[in-house]
């Protein structure tokens, strides 16, 4: 009570009054200097009297009329016709007829049938149809998409480009059938390309041997024998034993990374201007760097980087082969057959292989070996199921463990792509690793990784991009019995920590889960040197966050794992761990549970500060508490939640993390609320990002914020408490003050509070509700100046005197349309929108149309003039300074005859509830409608004037459709039994017409629509009026 009744004694303060004032008198002021003047109210001194035109001098009089009159032009009474509303509501109702639509519905699915019928055509010949009622029959037209239908058919034949078209078509078409061969559900290796070389980097100095192109053979003429060619190509294979390499030394990573971009540019260089061997060479060469593990920690990067350039040759070997082998223009089906191949593809084939087998060395012979291993199914159905065993046996022979275990991983992807039904290859792969494990504990790697200076932790770290994809490629789709028997042969090996995470990491997360007991138990037997435990249990926590262990376990789950990571002193272990962990424990315990976790995270991240460097982490754990508790009651009753979000300190991520949680709210929150603890915790938030707001933030940025904080504000609701909902909402407004969308909504609020006060009181309102309304509507006229939008603020302003009027508040009402009215001269010709800069004309015109409406309710002010309003209003119009080329003003005045002539009705078309508008106050008194036919002719007068001034030939066809749009308003409007203007309305009528600018058909149909009323009773005069229309042709 007291914060309204303070708004409504604010609203009457010495300051606002000495405003009130100087509007007031500003608009007094404003009447005076033009044709729009009103009568002057008893009272009122002589200087006002005659400044409102009683006493006006004869001067200023013949001033005025030469004015209106323009000197030439006749000034027209206006005879507003008489409307009954009603009648003509129900003439114009539409007939309602009863359909029945059985069982049609525009929304159900179209079923095509068709019946077994036999037809004979003109020639005897018969056509069958069988009966189908799928809606999935096939389309007769889809053959045309995929380029099957006889005239696609025989267009290829005709075009060798279309030809060309049509393979790469079904070669992509191939490619990827090939490809999601092994499901969606299986992660493909680029997913994690990206990740490997973003972990895995060195600041060490690197070396690359650069092949250097021979220039020999690479001009070779028309005539050549088949012999030289062969020969050549001999000689080009022998540069490279001859010494054509560049090794270059001392290059930094990125250096590094930009030549292997120039040797797989180099390739396709040299594919596309057939120097196949030079292509061979360089993929020779980029294999044989694999061999090299001088700086170790930076190989499983260098693997990815030399995998892509193999993988572009496989590709273009493949495609290559793939284009002979077309047949009569004629692909090859997706599945086809090695006995479907021509013998010219075969033998290329051979050709490539038996090149390859020549590689003296072991490692760029399997890599290449391996890059074009699809290449086997133009030789034999089993090629590729005996190469991948021959594969396989192969990398035996490479002595490092680590280069071993990265062409296993490599061999299983391939394997994967052109075979993944072959698993018996992969179990190989993994079996043989497994075997030569002990390897990485030898003497000859230890020595290595003393002369890099690198210790055992990291060296483990190298294995897990690989191990984790042989698993991957091992576990996909496969039977449980064997993930079993992976998880004994990890036990046989003591339990390796590298092996467990990587069988965490490749398995089944439902396997994982249902087995965690298992795994926490091979977790605390396995040998920690060189990987922790504490990213064991974070692997496991990885797994139990995406399936659910057994209910009687998951209690003493979280404890064993909570043990461990509790102790870890390293505050960036500690949190990788918890925030894992957080989400297991949100989906399956209480809020005591998530509450001692939080207390512990916060225990481990404050001291020193430490949260600072785990910002991600940290966002990552609100974000998994507000997934999983999303009752904000809840939430916030977690005691540690709040003083975890203190942890934020820095502004941006702050920011971040609190439009999370209203992100949240918005999203989960269906019914208002008035909780003090989430109200106060969330005005808290909110108050955050609005105070982040500063000269430098983005537009977008204040929209995305101040939707959000909008979205809080319409969820509070204290029910019938209206004066505790004020009080939120001036809270609200000195809180978030910088931005602006809030405001309106705020004001919004604010007005829909008043209505709703209005709606509980049924228009009745009492001495108290009295009160608060207006403590509403002095909120509104507050806050409304304080908005930059010049249209914001005047659509508030006539939106808050609607509310105003609605709840008999008529000072305050008059208060809001006078502001409104005084904000008219300040609109720019230009005004920003989405962006863009445009006109203000038109919105200014719709703004005004709306005004209009409402001011045909609103009643005179006693100690005003007649239509006070309406006549300050067309003032500041007529000053307005309006485009040269723009028709608006005189739009904008057909409207008002429009106002005029509704208010010259002796019962208008709508009204206020409990509110006198002018028609009950007045009761069709002579003088007020003597007062509007002489503002109607003022305004007549205007229009006509301007209609005068488009005779120029560049405005004639504005001029034609002015008078049209003129002539349909005196149509609608005007009593047409008045001799004046019913020749006025001639006059205009010839006028749209005389330079041949009218729309034939827009004439044709008025005048026939004026017939039509001519037949309706008391219309007859219309009769004559479409006798003297005369249609004349545009010749």
Same mark, same amino acid.
């Given at each position: ?194 990740? /490997? ?84 060479? /360089? ?37 290559? /082969? ?17 006995? %479907? ?211 009687? $376990? ?279 929108? $989405? ?124 001029? %034609? ?75």
């Amino acid at each position: 009570m007291k914060v309204y009744l303070f708004l409504y004694f604010i609203s009457f303060s010495p300051v606002l009054l000495f405003t009130y004032n100087i509007l007031h008198n500003k608009l007094l002021t404003s009447l005076t200097r033009t044709a729009f003047l009103s009568p002057a109210a008893p009272g009122q001194p002589p200087a006002l009297r005659r400044a409102a035109g009683r006493e006006m001098p004869a001067e200023g009089t013949a001033r005025l009329r030469r004015h209106v009159n323009g000197g030439k032009m006749a000034a027209f009474p206006w005879h507003a016709r008489s409307r009954n509303y009603v009648s003509e509501s129900e003439v114009c109702k539409l007939e309602s007829i009863p359909l029945d639509f059985g069982d049609y519905h525009p929304l159900k699915p179209i079923t095509v049938t068709e019946s077994k019928t036999k037809k004979m055509n003109r020639k005897g010949s018969t056509s069958s149809t069988s009966s189908s009622s799928s809606s999935s029959m096939l389309d007769p037209l889809s053959s045309v998409l995929d380029g099957t239908d006889p005239l696609s058919l025989f267009a290829a034949a005709a075009d060798p480009v279309t030809t060309t078209a049509t393979m790469d078509s079904t070669r992509k078409k191939r490619d990827k059938d090939d490809s999601s061969a092994v499901g969606s559900d299986f992660e493909p290796w680029s997913s994690k390309r990206g990740e /490997i070389l973003a972990r895995y980097t060195t600041t060490e100095k690197l070396s690359i041997n650069l092949y250097m192109g021979s220039e020999k053979g690479k001009v070779t003429t028309t005539g050549s024998a088949v012999s030289e060619k062969v020969r050549t190509r001999l000689e080009e294979l022998d540069d490279l034993e001859e010494g054509s390499q560049k090794e270059l030394l001392n290059l930094t990573q990125q250096d590094y990374m930009n030549r292997i971009e120039e040797l797989n540019q180099s390739l396709k260089d040299a594919w596309s201007s057939d120097q196949k061997v030079k292509a061979l060479k /360089i993929v020779i060469q980029c294999s044989k760097l694999l061999s090299d593990t001088t700086v170790i920690q930076f190989y499983p990067s260098k693997f990815v980087l030399i995998t892509d350039i193999l993988d572009t040759f496989g590709k273009l070997v493949y495609e290559r /082969i793939l284009s002979m082998c077309v047949d009569s223009r004629v692909p090859l089906p997706d599945n086809f057959s090695p006995e %479907s191949v021509n013998d010219t593809a075969k033998e290329t084939c051979l050709n490539w292989f038996f090149k390859i087998a020549s590689i003296r060395e072991l490692i760029p012979r399997f890599y290449v070996e391996a890059a074009i291993l699809k290449c086997n199914k133009f030789l034999s159905k089993m090629g590729i199921s005996e190469c991948l065993p021959r594969l396989t046996s192969m990398i035996r022979g490479i002595g490092d463990p680590l280069v071993a275990v990265y062409a296993r991983a490599y061999l299983c992807r391939v394997g994967m792509e052109v075979a993944p039904q072959l698993k018996e290859s992969l179990n190989e792969n993994f079996f043989d690793f497994l075997l030569t494990f002990k390897q990485i504990h030898g003497d000859t790697v230890q020595n290595q990784l003393v002369v890099q200076c690198v210790e055992i932790p990291l060296y483990l770290t190298l294995y897990s991009p690989a191990i984790d994809w042989i698993l991957q490629c091992i576990a996909y789709r496969a039977p449980e019995v064997l993930l079993t028997e992976m998880m004994e042969r990890c036990k046989n090996l003591g339990n390796n920590a590298l092996l467990l995470n990587s069988v965490m990491s490749a398995f089944r997360a439902e396997f994982i889960a249902a087995r965690s007991m298992d795994f926490i138990g091979m977790i605390k037997e396995c040998d920690e040197s060189g990987f922790p435990k504490h990213l064991l249990f974070r692997s496991l926590g990885l797994n139990l966050a995406l399936a659910d262990p057994p209910e009687n $376990d998951r209690l003493q789950i979280l404890n064993e794992a909570w043990k461990v990571i509790t102790k870890l002193k390293n505050p960036q272990d500690y949190i990788n761990c918890a925030e894992v962990w957080v989400e297991y424990t949100c989906r399956h315990f209480t809020k005591r549970e998530v509450n001692t976790v939080l207390a512990d995270v916060i225990k481990h991240m404050t001291p020193d500060r430490a949260f600072e460097d785990a910002y991600p982490q940290l966002q990552s754990i609100i974000q998994k508490v507000i997934t999983y508790i999303y009752d904000f009651s809840l939430l916030f009753s977690v005691e540690k939640f709040l003083p975890f979000l203190d942890m934020f300190q820095k502004e941006s991520v702050r920011v971040e993390v609190c439009k999370c949680i209203m992100e949240s709210f918005i999203k989960h929150q269906q019914e208002s609320t008035k909780d003090p603890v989430i109200l106060n915790a969330l005005l808290h938030i909110c108050k955050t990002m609005h105070d982040s707001v500063n000269a430098l933030t983005l537009e977008d940025e204040k929209r995305m914020l101040a939707a959000l904080i909008n979205g809080f504000i319409k969820m509070v609701s204290f029910g019938r408490d209206f004066e505790q909902q004020l009080s939120f909402y001036v809270e609200a407004r000195s809180m978030f003050c910088n931005l602006e969308p809030v405001l309106v909504q705020l004001i919004h609020s604010v007005n829909q509070l008043a209505m709703e006060t209005r709606k509980v009181m049924k228009g009745n309102h009492s001495r108290k509700t009295a009160a608060f309304v207006r403590a509403c509507v002095a909120f509104c006229f507050i806050t409304i100046p304080s908005l930059s939008g010049i249209f914001t603020r005047l659509n508030l302003y006539l939106h808050s005197g609607q509310v105003a009027l609605a709840n008999q508040c008529l000072s305050q009402a008059d208060a809001f349309f006078k502001a409104a009215v005084s904000l008219v001269p300040e609109v720019p010709k230009m005004i920003n929108v $989405d962006g863009k800069m445009r006109p203000s004309d038109s919105f200014l015109l719709e703004f005004l149309c709306n005004f209009f409406s409402t001011l045909l309710v609103v009643p005179d002010h006693p100690e005003q003039g007649v239509l006070f309003l309406v006549r300050g209003l067309l003032n500041v119009i007529q000053d307005y300074t309006w485009e040269d080329n723009s028709d608006d003003k005189v739009r904008i005045y057909t409207h008002v005859l429009h106002l005029l002539s509704a208010m010259t009705q002796e019962v208008y078309i709508y009204h206020v509830d409990k509110v006198d508008s002018n028609d009950t106050l007045y009761g069709g008194d002579s003088k007020f409608l003597a007062e509007i036919n002489k503002l109607c002719e003022t305004v007549i007068a205007q229009i006509l004037d301007h209609l005068k001034t488009l005779g120029k030939e560049e405005t004639l066809k504005r001029q %034609s459709q002015l008078a049209l749009y003129f002539f349909n308003t005196i149509l609608a409007h005007g009593d047409l039994r008045s001799n004046k203007l019913n020749q006025l309305s001639v006059n205009l009528w010839n006028l749209a017409q005389k330079h041949g600018f009218a729309d034939t058909s827009t004439m044709v149909t008025t005048l026939e629509y004026i017939k039509k009323r001519s037949k309706q009773p008391e219309m007859s005069h219309f009769t004559d009026l479409a006798l003297r229309l005369p249609l004349q042709s545009r010749t």
